[in-house]
């Protein structure tokens, strides 16, 4: 049957495709800003027929209509293995649970069988003249998960970028099983969070560390993008990017001629990542656009592919960090924020190219809810606290007061190191914890 006539007998209406889950099923929603809204709310009408649907999805940034509509979670029950700012809240009211990744594991989950997933809804691009979708912004585990869900729902959305490859981007019309004619509305944008002045501090003690050639991953938040930004406006030359999470300061550094990818030993002249999520700059930039190659996160983020490429700057947020260098990135105590994602990933990578530098940035200081300055760094975790990046793999932190680079060093030297730059209020303070603690002798100075 040729691809034209097997798409129209598959396609259906969102009410008639989402009758194929059951009480008791797994269902994947897709990841990021390629969740249906869509077969979301089909699913959700059918609330009074079906009991303990098993729902996930990675980093889905809206709160879904099945959730909402779900309070007691009788019907329906959510998962997130990254969380996004909507899946933090629903988890504050117990809407949503975590599952824990380690990125770059991602597709080998589906593959060894440890997540069995009956039905899988995705959004992509209509047909092209072969007969194959695009997965759009999010390449990552959808091909997996596609290849081992019992169904397949895909939303046709003309919204969604034709993203290259790299590989796996595509599916053909023949991998899926029901198509849903969507609403067309554009991809949620996430527009940048705003850069302060102590992240411009922080971006520029990090641009020392960057030299012409140099490769790149940016990781979430403001700090990353404060980085990028200054990239952008600096005369570095022949930037490279390998990365996880494709950002709009990616189009900025690109536009001002700082990327060219030239000097990378793997996919050279390429813009490598397996996810993006932006503006419609960034969307309008994909597009079509050979320059970018999407690949599934088992090739972006293995520590094995992210080595190959020689100077590879790897630029990561925290939330906390304690005095024996341990990196909580996910939580603050108990409070799920987000998720492992490729933090790890890319801290390890990094060390393991040559000339490679991962470096875990925070702002030394942050204002609790009663209005206190507190430190982010530590003389131990906050209770709880999920280590991200454990002491044995993390080696460089930034602060607005310096850096400090921590392998090598006894655990008297890791403090010394981290409290020169912590807040210069609250250093005494961390003093005496560490020297509680059993971690600070007679000749440890402070600058
Ligand atoms: C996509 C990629 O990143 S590539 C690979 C890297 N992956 C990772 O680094 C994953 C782990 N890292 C992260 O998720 C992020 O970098 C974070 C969470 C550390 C920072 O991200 P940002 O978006 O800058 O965080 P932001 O400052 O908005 O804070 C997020 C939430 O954490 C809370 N929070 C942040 N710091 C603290 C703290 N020290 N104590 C308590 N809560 C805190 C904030 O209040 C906010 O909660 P809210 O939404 O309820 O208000
Ligand atoms: C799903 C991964 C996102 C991140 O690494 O932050």
Known sequence: MDYKSEYLRKLVTADEAVKVVKSGDSVHYGEFVMVSHVLDAALAKRKDELEGVNIRTVTCPFPPQTVLNDPERKHFIYN??????????????????????????????????????????????????????????????????????????AEVNESVP???????????????????????????????????????????????????????????????????????????????????????????????????????QLDKGKMVYTFAMGTNKLYDFLNNNPVCASYPVSYTNDPDTICQNDNMICINNAIEVDLYGQVASESSGTRQISGTGGQLDYIYGSYKSKGGKGLICLTSTFVDKDGKLRSRIKPTLTPGAIVTVPRSINYYVVTEYGMAMLKGKSTWQRAEALINIAHPDLRDELIKEADANKIWIRSNKRS
């Open 80 to 153: 997130d293995w990254h969380f996004s700012g909507a899946s933090r809240k629903l988890h504050d009211k117990n809407l949503c649970n975590y599952s824990s990744l380690t990125y770059h594991e991602g597709p080998s989950f589906f593959e060894r069988g440890y997540v069995p997933v009956d039905v899988a809804m995705i959004k992509v691009t209509p047909p092209d003249q072969h007969g194959f979708v695009n997965l759009g912004t999010s390449n990552s585990i959808t091909h997996a998960l596609c290849d081992a869900a019992k169904v397949v729902i």
């Open 162 to 264: 034709r993203c290259m490859g790299g590989s796996r981007e595509t599916l053909h019309v023949s991998e899926i099983d029901y198509f849903v004619q969507g609403d067309n509305k554009p991809l949620i944008q996430l527009p940048a969070t705003p850069i302060s002045e102590v992240d411009k501090t922080i971006a520029k003690i990090i641009l020392e560390q960057i030299n012409d050639g140099a490769c790149l991953q940016l990781g979430i938040g403001a700090m990353p993008n404060a980085v990028g930004a200054m990239i952008a406006q600096s005369d570095l030359k022949d930037l490279g990017v390998h990365t996880e999470m494709l950002v709009d300061s990616f189009v900025d550094m690109y536009e001002a001629g700082r990327i060219t990818g030239l000097r990378k």
